[in-house]
Structure formats: C-alpha cells, structure tokens
Nanobody
C-alpha cells in the first residue's frame, strides 16, 4: 500500500549541496510523519530529520542548521535539502514513515569527498 522511492544522491565536495527527493504512494500520505534516515557502511541506520503532516520539523544534532526537510503533499513527495555537506554525511539515505515501517527502499547514495 505504501511505496517510497528515493533519488537525488551523488558525489559532492565538502561544503557542497544536494537535494534528495522521496516519491511516495498512498492516499494517506498527507497524514503521516515522514523521516529521512541514513546508514553508513558498517553502521546502524539513524534518523536524520522528520516532518509531520502539518509541517513541523525536527533534526538530529549533527545536521541541525545544514539540512532542511520539507514536503509537498499534492505531489506526495518529501525533500531533504542538504547544505554545507561534510564527509561525515556520507551514507545511503532513505525515507520512511516515522516511526518507520519494516520495509525500506533502495535508498540513494550520498558521498561527500574532496
């Protein structure tokens, strides 16, 4: 019933920017709190940012002030604007509900390197 597809990742230099997109299916999208998660090699998958159906946002400390989560309910899409990227941001980024469902998409790779 719910299907999520991430896109927009790539290779950027430190200090650069990327915008990730998460295209969602489902008629109840506008009611869900959505989150962006990331997983670096050998590490757990961690929550990065959330946005409620009403637009209230929260961020993990390491991205506060650099990342912005947003949503377009008409397009059923969640975005993550990533600025001032650091090598420590390198990970596969996933979107999901918050709390997350047990199923995950393929994610999109973000690599920050000079």
């Amino acid at each position: 019933q719910v299907h999520l597809v991430e896109s927009g990742g790539g290779l950027v230099q430190p200090g650069g920017s990327l915008r990730l997109s998460c295209a969602a299916s489902g008629s109840l999208f506008r009611l869900y709190t959505m989150g962006w998660y990331r997983q670096a090699p050998g590490k757990q998958r961690d929550l990065v940012a959330t946005i409620t159906g009403g637009g209230t946002t929260n961020y993990t400390d390491s991205v506060q002030g650099r990342f912005t989560i947003s949503r377009d309910n008409a397009k059923k899409t969640v975005y993550l604007q990533m600025n001032s990227l650091k090598p420590g941001d390198t990970a596969v980024y996933y979107c999901n509900l918050q709390p997350s469902l047990s199923r995950w998409g393929q994610g999109t790779q973000v690599t920050v390197s000079s």
